[in-house]
């Protein structure tokens, strides 16, 4: 059994909601509430929730993109303190992300090729960066020579896979994917699972995937976190969690799921 | 009865030789009273702008031909403002003023997102008594005791107080209730949602549909459902229809069309739906 790669303990972070009174104190919206949280090595966890259940806040949390109240992110041990670029280039170096809408998430501008490369520069990466890019779009089933061309030349999937293609260029150990097939097609979606569980099971990649998509979590997560309202509301084993739910807002996400008909 | 008969629709942008391939190809399918379809497929298959052909509210440069007929229902009792033209007519190339007529009055239609849909700038209660009140002729007052009754019918808490509300102070799913509200408000014979569960929560999902379905079968109104989401679909039509680059590939019962699919893509879409829906079994993608 592998260690602990990366570990939330006590995380809380509260946002100040627009005053409603001029005198009266200033009311906070309590996003994230005590949130404890492991990863293991090569384990796949996905974090469900529904909207306001505080997904986003603990994804910006665990990136050490924001700061929280109380509480500490560790990556093996180290803590995961958010500050300038450099003070985190170690962390990054380790934890990519992919996040939902490729298309937002690449300039548009800017030849694929050379946005791929670009956490090669920016992180500093040793080695041939044309190399590494040739190598990654390959591995995400897309041709060397493409990276020639613009984002708008790709389809949706396509561009979902280049940006797993920039995340797992600087060889990280946890990719962390915010809802990452919600905007594709259904058939297009089954095929970036597939790519996603290959590099888990080929590279020893750590994942967590956080997501409103029950199904998506069931295929590619080995453990789950049911966050509602800010806590955790379940966590464990995804067969256990997902086929045994002990809570009630779990079964009661459960039962809203729609079904095909056998 | 047949209240919707589609034949031939045909959707282009642009015209002459060098213009693009048509993005609703020769569709055709028909629509009884209280029936409920489902019109299925993926990103740029057409199926939405099959749903604005039929509404006659196609974007600027797009064209259609074919044929759309509508059997407006005599709906005895009912005063009409803009009086329309009673029984089977052509929708295609008919006057705005006509059309504009029969949209929120005999064609009702919710919209995806509905923050969008609605207006930022007036109270959700006059939004659902607008349709009354142009179609109808209802006051101000009768109106507003309209949206109370449909506010309340659609599940809205608190209904008298809601009504006063902005689209903003409301969350997704209440707001969809609303567009569903001023969807239903003049009893349209024919309803067409578009999406209308895709920007919300899986429990708001399942309390919106259970409601839609509901008063779509208390109204008798038929019910044109465009969804990507077979399970969605599956659970709220009795017959579906498979678009795929414009074209309807196959139509059926939607037990016949999931179990027995006759298109290879209907197939695959399936077989895709299946590895990633909820089925409480882990299932595996690909040989």
Redesign the interface.
């Known amino acids: 059994m592998s260690g602990p790669l990366l570990e939330a303990t006590g995380l809380h972070r509260s946002y100040p909601l627009p005053r409603t009174s001029v005198t009266g104190p200033r009311s906070h919206r309590h996003a994230v509430r005590g949130v404890d949280l492991v990863l293991t090595e090569g384990s796949a966890l996905g974090v469900v929730g529904?909207?306001g259940a505080g997904k986003s806040t603990l994804l910006r949390l665990l990136l050490g993109l924001d700061r929280p109240d109380r509480g500490s992110v560790r990556y093996r041990g180290r803590e995961v303190r958010p500050g300038s670029p450099a003070t985190l280039r170690w962390f990054r170096r380790e934890v990519q992300v992919v996040l939902q809408d490729p298309m937002s998430s690449l300039d548009p501008r800017m030849r694929i090729g050379r946005a791929v490369a670009q956490p090669l520069r920016s992180l500093g990466v040793p080695g041939d960066h044309g190399a590494r890019v040739a190598e990654v779009l390959a591995a995400v089933g897309l041709e060397p020579e493409m990276g020639g061309r613009y984002p708008h030349e790709f389809s949706?999937g396509q561009r979902q896979r280049i940006a797993i293609a920039r995340a797992l260029a600087p060889r990280p150990k946890v990719l962390v994917g915010d809802e990452p097939?919600s905007a594709l097609?259904?058939?297009v979606?089954?095929?970036i699972?597939?790519l996603l569980a290959g590099f888990v099971t080929t590279e020893g990649l750590s994942l967590i995937i956080v997501s409103?998509?029950?199904?998506?979590v069931?295929?590619l997560c080995d453990q789950v976190l049911i966050l509602h309202d800010g806590t955790v509301a379940e966590r464990g084993p995804a067969?256990g969690v997902?086929?045994r739910p002990a809570h009630p807002y779990t079964r009661?996400?459960?039962?809203?799921?729609?079904?095909?008909?056998? | 009865m047949t209240l919707l008969e589609i034949e031939d629709l045909t959707v282009r942008f642009g015209a002459g030789p060098g213009a693009p391939a048509p993005v609703v190809d020769r569709v055709g399918f028909s629509l009884g009273a209280g029936e409920r379809l489902g019109l299925i497929g993926?990103?740029g298959s057409g199926k939405s702008l099959t749903a604005l052909a039929i509404a006659g509210l196609l974007p600027p440069g797009a064209t259609a031909t074919g044929s759309v007929r509508l059997s407006v229902p005599l709906n005895a009792g009912i005063r009409r403002v803009r009086p329309v033209p009673i029984g089977p007519q052509e929708l295609l190339g008919q006057r705005e003023r006509i059309l504009a007529g029969l949209r929120g009055d005999v064609i009702g239609f919710v919209f995806q997102e509905p923050l969008t849909a609605l207006n930022p700038m007036m109270r959700v209660g006059a939004q659902i008594g607008e349709p009354l009140r142009i179609h109808r002729g209802h006051s101000r007052r009768a109106a507003r005791a309209a949206a109370v009754e449909l506010a309340a019918r659609v599940g809205l808490p608190d209904p008298e107080r809601i009504v006063r509300a902005y689209p903003h102070q409301l969350s997704?799913g209440q707001r969809q209730r609303v567009g569903i509200a001023v969807a239903l408000a003049c009893r349209p014979a024919l309803i067409i949602a578009d999406e209308p569960t895709t920007a919300l929560?899986?429990?708001?999902?399942?309390e919106i549909?259970r409601l839609l379905s509901g008063l779509v079968h208390e109204e008798g109104s038929a019910l044109l459902f465009i969804s990507?989401?077979?399970?969605?679909v599956?659970?709220t039509c009795e017959r579906v229809a498979v678009m795929r680059g414009g074209r309807i590939l196959e139509e059926g019962p939607?037990?016949d069309v999931?179990?027995d699919p006759r298109e290879p893509y209907t197939g695959?879409?399936?077989a895709?739906?299946?590895?990633?829906?909820?089925?409480?079994v882990?299932?595996e993608?690909?040989p």
């Open positions: 529904e909207s949706g097939v097609d259904v058939s979606r089954a095929r699972l597939d409103h998509d029950l199904g998506v069931r295929h067969a997902l086929d009661r996400l459960l039962d809203a799921v729609p079904r095909l008909p056998v | 993926e990103s997704g929560d899986v429990t708001v999902q399942a549909l990507h989401d077979l399970a969605v599956a659970q939607t037990l999931l179990r695959e879409l399936v895709a739906a299946r590895a990633t829906a909820w089925t409480g882990r299932q993608i690909g």
